[in-house]
């Protein structure tokens, strides 16, 4: 019998293929013959990664040194116990990051509609931003949802990502090293009475945030050292605030390593599980749980949680500058107020904290039973990749074939079609309150205490067509066009209130450094009142949606302002006679699916009954409803009229001509406004 190093090359490569990563690394090391066969084998390499991961849209990568980072990062994310892990764990930050991007870069894409094929990248940029012009694609998935609900595939890199980051080591390590979270870690290490306790070693350190920190292997107890220390962690002697919290400075400007594990957060997903009461992020069980929801939530709206620190820091009127466009940004130049002008830069942090917030808020309102929501605010890595979102819509489902506009084949961003909506706002005496004491003594650089007020969340549904789509401009990344677009929304849960339906318009683009900036505007009787500002978590197409905040347009210095996302659900454009009621078929079928077992179980008498209670957190246009037919039944209306809501004939405004198809009749036809 032949021994394996005597076997032809190609049997070889054949037999190699099907080993595990680790194995491959270790069967290197063997022999000299194995060795020369293993490195630098970039076709051998290739297969083991195919087997493993997702098919990349690059065509030259190194499939050898992808597989070595992969290596390293399991061993990075595994669980160990050493005094010094936090202190070297701080100091991979990049690599962790790098490489956990670069996974998510290389996830399966999904063909926009009306093409064939996935689109390619020869970029290893952030969020793989890609042509989606480009016909060379090498992979193509399936173009149909796992359910409804679900709008994006499954990844084996992101299953890979989840598992990795299951350890709560892994995320203590990687994923709270923003200064929110230094925030939260410094608090907690005195009373509310003020009085320090001591601090070990390894706490000081690992509030580093420079790449290469202090680390005992490489002693450096240097004078400039220590100032450097110093600087990165700077607290006001013998100060303290009116509830006796040592105060802590902000950084003057942004760490690259507080950004990158931000991020890092922002794509994993908005819950933890670590001490931020709010366990498992992807237990449903959990979540369906009311009584365990409610003491989660609790855990989460104390002083001492991040919950508190991430509301601080999102509701802070300082925060809010026209540098930053009182948007998710860094502070720059103020540009021309409409989302042009100089390129802005993506404030993870920012992001971070309003992840947090919505994330919890939507967790009280019990909206994390149904799937839609669950799939994106309780589940790690939820379509958070480029082109991850698979569309829907009801001619699709029916095998049917319709004929794409040319304006959303031009447009890469996939504005037009139904989306899902947040918004959450403080109480405006609890906002005044909080951001304009009676004696307010704080230094600018230093945030405001924990926000534990309860907070409204309201619920929208946005209708959104592409009205124009133009070069882009010297503020924006050169290789992706400016998208305008237009439409209507409408409250799920408020339509008592005369703000409950709004016209919308607004722009898509891509900034110099590659992320998705969404600006858009409410628009109440002709007038526009609020504007939002907002940054597409995980690229273009991306199935994880916007994430950004609201705002009064004029930029009131009394606000108020919030947090708000946004997420595509399906693909049926806008009609100038759509009225509310239209809006809602796009949504109830996502739910109407995840009923279906329960009233099964329930039985056919509870039906109606189990319904508009599993509806109430939507509002009353879904609980007044009384069903007369079978579920299934109610998935489509046709337009029909079936919740008795006013028709909305919502012009499309915003810029760009008018479409042929619009009446006439219609052009002066406005709605009423968005409220948040």
Known sequence: MAGLTNLPPELLHTILSYVDIEDLARISVTCR????????????CRAVYLRHFDEPRVRDLNFEQELR????????????????????????????????????NHAVAVPAPGTTTATTSNSDSDNSSTKHDDPSASSNPSTTRPSRAQTFPHSRNAAFLTALFAPDSARSDFLTHSWLFERGRHLKLIDYGGTSTSTSTSDS??????????????????????RRRRRRRKVVDDEHDEHGLLLLRRPKRARAEDQMSAKLHCLYGWGLGLDDGLGDPGGAAAAADGEARKRAVWAARQGGGAYSLACSKVYDMREYTRGSRWGPFLEGDSGDGDGGGDGVRVDWEKVEAIMMVLGTNIRAKGLERFPIFLHFWGKPFAGTWAQSYIPWSRDRELGRKKEVRELDREDPYGATGCWLRVVSFLDYHD???????????????????????GQATRLILMRMRVKNVEPPGPGDHPDYPVTHFGGFSRALDGSWDDNADAVIRGTVRVTPEGDVHWTSYSVYNGEERWKSEGVQVGGIRSARGVVGTWFDKDFNPEGPLGPTAFWKISDRESQLADGPQVLLEDLFPL?????????????????????????????????????????DGLYYFDDEDVFEADDLEAHLGGPGEDDEEEEEGNDDDEGPGLQT
């Open 69 to 104: 980072d992969v290596l390293a990062l399991k061993s990075l994310l595994s669980p160990k116990d050493s005094p010094t892990r936090a202190r070297k764990t701080q100091r991979r930050i990049p690599f962790v990051y790098n490489t956990v991007t670069r996974l998510l």
């Open 591 to 631: 739910i109407a699916d995840d009923m279906d077992e329960e009233l099964d179980d329930e039985g056919e008498e509870s039906g109606d009954e189990f319904v508009l209670q599993g509806l109430d957190p939507f509002g009353p246009d879904w609980t007044e409803y009384e069903l007369d037919d079978e579920l």
């Open 431 to 453: 906002f005044y309150h909080f951001n304009f004491p009676s004696v307010d003594g704080l230094p600018p650089d230093v945030p405001r205490p924990p926000l534990d007020e």
């Open 205 to 226: 350190d690992s509030d580093s945030g420079e790449e290469g920190g202090e680390d005992e292997e490489e002693p450096r107890s240097t004078a400039s050292s220590l």
């Open 33 to 44: 013959c194995l060795s020369n066969f293993v490195k630098g084998n970039n076709a051998l």
